[in-house]
């Protein structure tokens, strides 16, 4: 639902920006996904598995160590990871695919499922990107034109 009324607003943001400002965002979107998959790709093994996912999973939970990751544990650490601080609380509700308010092994799984597109059982990097570029545009232009709403 989110990503739904995301892309609505995207489309009317679009209609408002010069073309120019549209893309210097792409731009944008495009160099931090590419810097987010090298990130995300912690076994090095050329594609986003569920081994990294649970890494990074780990990564994030740390207060408590509780197997959930809280909107506060996720918020804190994405923002000092990247700069893409903007979109974490949109990312979050994104990563809380059953809306339980924390995010666990179950919403991963969902949200694996999710970004395979092609069903095949592997993150590819084209799938990764793709799927994030979609996401974060929606997000970043959400979060432009309301402050604080993402
Ligand atoms: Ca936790
Ligand atoms: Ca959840
Ligand atoms: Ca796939």
Redesign the pocket.
């Known amino acids: 639902m989110l990503l739904f009324v995301s892309v609505l607003l995207v489309a009317s943001a679009f209609g408002q920006s010069t073309n120019n400002e549209v893309h210097q965002i792409q731009q944008k979107i495009h160099h931090e996904v590419t810097q987010l998959y090298h990130g995300a790709d912690v076994n090095q093994n050329g594609e986003f598995d569920k081994g990294d996912m649970h890494s990074l999973f780990t990564k994030y939970d740390l207060n408590p160590k509780d197997g959930t990751v809280t909107k506060n544990e996720f918020v804190s650490s994405f923002a000092a990871a990247n700069n893409l601080g903007g979109v974490a609380s949109g990312l979050f509700l994104e990563l809380?695919?059953?809306?339980?308010?924390?995010?666990?092994d179950?919403?991963l799984n969902l949200f694996f499922a999710k970004i395979d597109t092609d069903d095949n059982g592997h993150v590819s990097k084209h799938e990764f990107v793709n799927y994030f570029n979609q996401l974060f545009t929606a997000l970043l232009i959400l979060s432009l034109n309301h402050p604080g709403a993402a």
């Open positions: 809380d695919m059953d809306k339980s308010g924390g995010i666990t179950h919403d």
